[in-house]
C-alpha cells in the first residue's frame, strides 16, 4: 500500500495560447509522504507554480491524476492551505480580517473562528498585531499574515509558492527558520516551490529538480541532514551542488540524470505537542 498523502500522478498541463499549444507539464509524477517537507525547485517558467496550483486544485490537469488522502483533487479544499509569494492582504481589512479569509468557506461559530485567528496569529508572531492594517506591516510580517490564512482553517497540507522570494536574506533566513518550527510543531504536510537551491536544500526533506519546456522532473534528491540544518556546512554545501549539478545538467530538458528517489519508508515521528490535523 501507498504511504503518498499528496500525489502528482503523471500529470500534465498544456495551455492553449492562441493557436499554439504549450505544454507546461509534462508528464509530472511526485509523491509527498503525510509529514513530508518536499521543496520544488526549477527555473523561472518551468511549471512551478502551474504544479503548485493543480495540486491546491485551483486548476485542472490536461492528463494524469492529483490525489489528496487517496481522493481526487478537483477543486479547492480547506484541508489544503496556500500561501503565495505576495501576501495578497486585502488592504482594507486588518491583519486579523485578512487570516479570517482562510475560514470564509467554514461553518464554524464566531468564537471558534476568533479563536483560531489569535491562535494562528500567535504561531507566526504576530499575536500584537491583529488589529493592525497590511500597510503597517513589514514585508517579512505580512508574510506571516499570509502564513497564518493559509494554516488557520487547520489543513493537513500547505502548499507554498515561493513565500520568501521578495524578503531580504536576513529576513528570509528567519522566516524560513520559522516555518520549519510550525512544521514540525504543527505535523503539517508542506510543499514548498522555489527558485532558491539554498532554500530548497535548507528546508526539504526531499528536493524536487524541474527542468524547463516542457516542465519536468529531472531529479528528487534526498536531504538526509540533521535538523536543525547549518547552512554553511559541508555536507549542506555538497547537497546544494548537487542540485545545482541536476538543474544546470545539460543536454535535452527533463532526461532524468538519476532515478528519481523513492519516498522515504517511514516519516519522522513528531513532537507530542502536535496538534491533530
Ligand atoms: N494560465 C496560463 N495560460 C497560458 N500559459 C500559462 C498559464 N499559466 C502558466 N502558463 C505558462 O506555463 C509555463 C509555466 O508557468 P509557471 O508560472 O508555472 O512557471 P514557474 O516555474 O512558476 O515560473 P516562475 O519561477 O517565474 O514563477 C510558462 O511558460 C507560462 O507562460
Ligand atoms: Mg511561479
Known amino acids: 500500500m501507498s504511504i503518498s498523502h499528496l500525489q502528482a500522478d503523471h500529470v500534465t498541463r498544456r495551455f492553449k495560447i492562441g493557436t499554439d499549444t504549450l505544454t507546461a507539464l509534462d508528464d509530472v509524477s511526485v509523491d509527498v509522504a503525510k509529514g513530508e517537507f518536499v521543496t520544488i525547485v526549477g527555473a523561472s517558467g518551468c511549471g512551478k507554480s502551474t504544479l503548485l496550483r ?14 489528496h488522502a487517496g481522493a481526487d483533487v478537483s477543486e479547492p479544499s480547506l484541508n489544503r492551505g496556500i500561501v503565495f509569494q505576495e501576501p495578497r492582504l486585502f488592504p482594507w481589512l486588518t491583519v486579523e480580517q ?3 479569509l ?19 496569529l500567535e504561531l507566526v508572531g504576530l499575536g500584537g498585531f491583529a488589529t493592525v492594517y497590511p500597510h503597517q506591516l513589514s514585508g517579512g510580517m505580512a508574510q506571516r499574515a499570509g502564513i497564518a490564512r493559509g494554516l488557520v482553517s487547520r489543513p493537513n497540507v500547505l502548499l507554498l509558492d515561493e513565500p520568501f522570494g521578495a524578503l531580504d536574506a536576513i529576513t528570509k533566513a528567519r522566516l524560513q527558520d520559522e516555518l520549519q518550527e510550525i512544521w514540525a510543531k504543527e505535523g503539517v504536510t508542506m510543499v514548498l516551490v522555489t527558485h532558491d537551491v539554498e532554500e530548497a536544500v535548507y528546508l526539504g526533506d526531499r528536493v524536487v529538480v524541474m ?16 535538523r536543525p540544518r547549518r547552512r554553511t556546512s559541508a555536507e549542506t554545501a555538497a547537497v546544494r551542488d548537487r542540485v545545482l549539478t541536476s538543474l544546470h545538467a545539460t543536454g535535452e530538458a527533463g532526461t532524468p ?21
Not at 486544485?57 to 490525489?67: H, N, Y
Not at 482562510?102 to 464566531?110: A, P, S
Not at 540524470?257 to 490535523?277: D, F, K
Open 54 to 67: 493543480l495540486l491546491a486544485g485551483l486548476d485542472a490537469a490536461t492528463a494524469g491524476q492529483i490525489r
Open 211 to 226: 527542468s524547463p519546456r516542457p516542465g519536468r522532473v529531472r531529479e528528487i534528491v534526498p536531504v538526509t541532514l540533521e
Open 98 to 100: 485578512n487570516v479570517a
Open 102 to 120: 482562510g475560514l470564509l468557506n467554514t461553518k464554524l461559530v464566531k468564537a471558534r473562528k476568533a479563536e483560531l485567528v489569535r491562535e494562528h
Open 257 to 277: 540524470v538519476s532515478r528519481p528517489a523513492q519516498m522515504p519508508e517511514q516519516v519522522r515521528p513528531r513532537p507530542a505537542i502536535a496538534i491533530a490535523r
